[in-house]
């Protein structure tokens, strides 16, 4: 039986509720790649009458927001964090090259972008699902399509971030 998003978000909500700490934030990972695997649910959220590049699903007393984002070309972001807030990125479609990066110069929140060296490429494939803590700086590239459902600690809508600047990197470890 699929689960439905107030399922979801209730399990998240319990999850967060119990430990609202890297620990709690992996249980939703591990409940996202479960509902990144439901076709019923991917269908529902992700299927093809949304086209919306950013869509909230579900808000939670609790501050936490899950987005279902459709990205229909090429895109690809700068290095940056998530500020105040965690993130949790969850593919459905497609695949994302994700990049982890490591701060050579920090950047200030509002201000100058800092710099940073590649530390990790790796692909977010369909029921992969990957947690950011705050702090933790990585970019998205995706040469076309891809569908997925990412969870915001708060939601980053006006929310401060950093962005960097990248310093090398081709020397990523796979």
């Known amino acids: 039986m699929s689960m439905t998003l107030d399922a979801f978000g209730q399990a998240c909500h319990n ?14 990972r591990d409940l996202l790649k479960e509902v990144l695997v439901d076709p019923d649910f991917v269908a529902e959220h992700l299927g093809s009458e949304n086209d919306s590049p950013r869509k909230l699903l579900y808000e939670d007393p609790l ?9 229909k070309g090429a895109a ?3 290095p940056h964090d998530h500020g105040p807030s965690w993130a949790i990125y969850g593919q459905a479609v497609g695949t994302t090259e994700m990049t982890d990066w490591r701060i ?28 950011y803590n705050q702090g933790d700086v990585h970019s998205p ?32 470890e796979n």
């Open 76 to 78: 690809s972001s700068r």
């Open 104 to 131: 050579v110069e920090p950047a200030v929140q509002g201000g100058e972008p800092g710099t940073v060296e590649a530390a990790r490429v790796y692909p977010l494939a369909p029921g992969d699902a990957y947690l």
């Open 63 to 71: 501050g936490f927001c899950i987005f279902a984002h459709v990205h």
């Open 141 to 172: 590239e995706r040469t076309g399509e891809t569908r997925l459902i990412r969870i915001e600690g708060v939601n980053m809508d006006g929310q401060p971030r950093c962005w960097y600047d990248v310093v090398v990197k081709q020397e990523a």
């Open 15 to 28: 999850a967060l509720t119990s430990d609202p700490g890297p620990d709690g934030r992996a249980k939703v």
